[in-house]
């Protein structure tokens, strides 16, 4: 699949490896394709990104990121619905956090605590999700009858996929409907 990526798509996912390793992370997921996204121009979804006016908020959508990153991975919407049943995410976040340390839900660093400083040496593995949103792409792109995979298609299978992702890019403006407006007229 990859030799059908543009260079745009080849440099979203080689930036996603890099910020996977200066976060830290285990693993590559969609929470690094979109920064990776966030980092390219001259391209599509880099045009798109712009004009939605994602490209001025990069912090703000860092920050959400690691905000759900920071609560294990639940979604601002799966937090208030655990609120409506009277349990407070934050306050779980906090005492976890007392006793394992800052960011013990997020998972970074985990795998270097394990099994030493030599596990990040070699190859940085995807995610499930972060695959699926690669074939996601790959349909998107498919459907559309092109010929070729762009960071354009990555960006609407991240818009696309539910989770911290898609609501991170939603509450900024980046939805589905609004790349396709943006980039297809549609």
Do not use: C, N
Request: charged letters at 30%; aromatic letters at 4%.
């Amino acid at each position: 699949m990859f030799e059908r990526f543009t260079k745009g798509a080849r440099d979203v996912v080689t930036g996603a490896v890099e910020q996977s390793e200066r976060e830290g992370a285990d693993s590559v997921d969609d929470g690094h394709m979109m920064l990776a996204l966030l980092d390219v121009e001259g391209t599509r979804a880099s045009f798109a990104l712009a004009a939605l006016g994602a490209d001025r908020r990069r912090a703000d959508i860092t920050r959400a990121l690691a905000e759900a990153r920071r609560r294990g991975g639940l979604t601002q919407a799966d937090a208030d619905a655990l609120a409506g049943l009277g349990i407070d995410v934050e306050e779980i976040v906090s005492r976890v956090e007392q006793t394992h340390g800052a960011g013990a839900l997020a998972g970074v660093g985990a795998r270097r605590e394990r099994r030493g400083i030599g596990a990040w040496i070699g190859h940085r593995g995807f995610t499930r999700d972060a695959k699926d949103t690669l074939e996601r792409a790959l349909r998107i792109a498919t459907a559309r009858r092109d010929r070729s995979i762009g960071d354009e298609h990555i960006l609407l299978a991240l818009t696309t996929r539910p989770g911290i992702v898609a609501e991170a890019l939603a509450d900024h403006g980046v939805t589905r409907a609004a790349v396709e407006r943006v980039l297809y007229r549609a």
